[in-house]
């Protein structure tokens, strides 16, 4: 019997388990009468398909001050900002949460370059812009807010000329 390459596949997505959801990665966005509003940043091997699969919340339903409840709506971005996703509780308990029918949608790929130059390269790394050395991938820099100011941390990284 040969296995074809649907069921290499199909074994593959068996033996991975989903990444759990850091609840320091979600911020309330908005706390109202009947609901409130989180956004999500999951983590970099998060799958939107994972978004299925309720024990990803148990570390958020496990005695978090954002534990979700019913009704409560999420706004989820992927890691590398590639996709978000809209989903509203169904259900909640202190183990898991199911969403009811995440809206993915797919976002446009960047159409500037990050900077880069022989040694350094600007990169996103789920919290802001950051130096890495392209040698080892090392974090050179603490994260900030945009490409730019990490472009200009880049540029502090090298020794300044004496005049």
Request: hydrophobic fraction near 40%; charge should be positive; include cysteine.
């Amino acid at each position: 019997m040969t296995k074809t390459a649907l069921d290499v596949a199909d074994l593959k997505t068996a033996a991975r388990t989903a990444p759990e959801i850091d609840p320091a990665r979600v911020t309330l966005h908005h706390s109202g009468q009947c609901w409130r509003e989180y956004m999500v940043r999951v983590p970099a091997d998060f799958v939107a398909d994972d978004l299925k699969e309720p024990g990803v919340w148990r570390k958020l339903q496990n005695g978090s001050r954002n534990s979700l409840r019913k009704f409560d709506r999420l706004f989820i971005v992927a890691f590398n900002e590639e996709w978000v996703a809209e989903a509203i509780v169904a259900s909640a308990d202190m183990k898991s949460a199911v969403l009811a029918k995440p809206r993915v949608t797919s976002m446009p790929t960047r159409f500037d370059k990050l900077f880069e130059d022989e040694k350094y390269r600007v990169a996103w790394n789920g919290f802001g812009y950051v130096v890495e050395r392209k040698s080892d991938g090392h974090p050179m820099t603490q994260p900030t807010a945009n490409a730019e100011l990490a472009t200009r941390l880049l540029a502090q990284l090298y020794p300044a000329r004496v005049a």
